[in-house]
């Protein structure tokens, strides 16, 4: 979902400027100033398209502070779901139906089938199996910017939709989660909340309830710092312009192709390893890009914001998509998780993960979980092998914060202050060029690309963690004092 900045490559411009409908005929008269600012910024013109999308939600969110902010639901919930519709449009022209067709559906089944894990199911298998034919029946070789981009944040909307609902059932004797729904949902309020033009087109994810305690009828009295708002949104538009035009300058010099050619397979192994690792930093910005921008404008409608802290500011975090301090400094993969797609996480961590317990095992939630995530994004085998080298990877890096916390040499050795620099150094470099690793498949999407880089490079990531995985055991042994057992 956050591949939404784009590329610039020939197929994306293809995918969008090659349908009659994208866009629609209105949008004729500026296909070619979009076309050629385009071309001067070294980017598609869906892309521009996208991100010009995505920016004008600050005047939007403007509009409504001054004009609806006081006015009935209503109307909010009917200028949400105006915008998010022309935005469909503007991007993807008629292909914008495959939007409206899943939330009409969803609405049905919520008044059909009530508060029944009948409707949870028949939400879950309908829209899962929606995107995945979405994206068999449009798939190519290349990230596309199509339909299916904004439909994978709406999919997990309406998924998430169903289990608040169903979880309502609960509210009323208190036992029911924070984000259960009391109250049927009317068809505004649900098209309000699936078209906010904010979050259309790349997220973040934010809970039904959330969207009703800003506008809706459960909207809550407005504090005074609501105000605030202002500074901190225009904070995160100008990180998110820092972030794109890095990406721009940078991205030039670090093309997917460049890859696949035979000038990177006869480069020297540090080489290789060393553009993967810079590769893989330059291609997050553009996913950064985007969150912060479109952060941005939750802020500034009041969506993102989350109580005070203790010394009574403002926080405005609640719908940070990227910890962008954390993302930056963590020397560790857990910290990326932690920092990085925040709030998909999150959804994820609430709608499946949690709701696996059942089955009594803690890793097989985390499995299935990234499985469904793989799925999710998309049907190429790219997706998979990331999603399987993120489960080895935190796999490893969990069993090696435990090794340290359980031997004292070790611990006295990462305390000491003349070696936390150095391990610190280490750590960061590890860290990016795995990260790059890792990112690699899903990226370059089909097998057929990925597995000849992965070859050039003798599959250093799978070598290291899989034979680290199971060498732990053996150093556990080795460090870890024996215990001493009386003998009575």
């Not at 994206?135 to 997990?156: R, S």
């Not at 609640?318 to 925040?342: D, H, K, Q, S």
């Not at 796999?395 to 620099?421: C, F, G, K, M």
Request: charged share 15%; with cysteine; proline share 5%.
């Amino acid at each position: 979902a956050a591949a939404a900045a784009g590329t610039g490559t020939d197929a994306e411009a293809e995918a969008g400027a090659g349908d009659p409908t994208a866009g629609g005929p209105w949008a004729l008269g500026l296909g070619l100033g979009l076309e050629r600012a385009a071309g001067r910024l070294g980017c598609s013109e869906p892309a521009l398209k996208l991100f010009l999308s995505i920016v004008l939600g600050y005047p939007f969110a403007l509009f409504h502070r001054r004009f609806l902010q006081q006015s009935s639901p209503h109307l909010s919930h009917l200028y949400n779901t105006a915008l998010g519709l022309w935005m469909a449009y503007f991007n993807f022209g008629f292909q914008a139906l495959h939007s409206v067709a899943c939330v009409l559906f969803q609405f049905a089944l919520l008044r059909l089938m009530g508060r029944t894990v009948t409707c949870v199911v028949t939400s879950f298998v309908f829209q899962m199996v929606y995107l995945s034919a979405g994206y068999y029946f449009t798939a190519t070789e290349q990230y596309d910017i199509k339909w299916t981009m904004p439909h994978c944040v709406l999919t997990l909307k309406l998924i998430g939709l169903s289990l608040d609902y169903y979880d309502g059932r609960k509210n009323k004797s208190g036992e029911g989660p924070e984000e259960a729904l009391p109250d049927t949902p009317g068809l505004l309020e649900v098209t309000g909340f699936c078209y906010f033009y904010g979050a259309f087109l790349v997220g973040p994810q934010f809970s039904f309830r959330r969207y009703l305690n800003t506008v809706g009828s459960m909207k809550v009295v407005d504090p005074p710092s609501r105000l605030d708002s202002l500074l901190p949104a225009i904070t995160r538009l100008s990180l998110g312009i820092v972030y794109v035009s890095i990406f721009t300058l940078t991205k030039p010099f670090f093309p997917d192709d460049y890859m696949l050619t035979s000038a990177f397979m006869n480069r020297s192994m540090a080489y290789k390893c060393l553009f993967i690792a810079l590769w893989g930093k330059c291609t997050l910005t553009k996913y950064v890009s985007c969150w912060l921008v479109a952060e941005g404008v939750c802020t500034l409608t009041g969506l993102s914001y989350n109580g005070s802290d203790r010394e009574g500011r403002p926080r405005w975090d609640g719908c940070t998509n990227i910890r962008l301090w954390l993302f930056e400094t963590t020397p560790f993969f857990r910290g990326t998780i932690a920092g990085f797609n925040v709030q998909t996480n999150l959804w994820a961590s609430r709608c499946i993960f949690k709701r696996l317990r059942f089955l009594g095992s803690k890793l097989l939630s985390q499995i299935l979980t990234l499985l469904f995530l793989s799925i999710w994004h998309g049907l190429h085998s790219g997706y998979l092998m990331c999603f399987f080298m993120e489960f080895i990877i935190m796999y490893h890096e969990n069993q090696v914060l435990q090794l340290v916390r359980d031997s004292p040499a070790l611990t006295d050795l990462v305390s000491r202050p003349q070696i936390r620099p150095l391990i610190y150094i280490f750590g960061q470099a590890f860290h990016w060029l795995f990260m790059g690793y890792s990112l690699l498949p899903f990226c370059l999407l089909s097998w057929e690309k990925w597995i000849p880089v992965y070859q050039s490079v003798y599959f250093l990531g799978h070598v290291v963690f899989l034979t680290q995985i199971f060498l732990v055991p053996l150093y556990r042994s080795i460090l870890l004092p024996k215990k001493h057992v009386k003998v009575t």
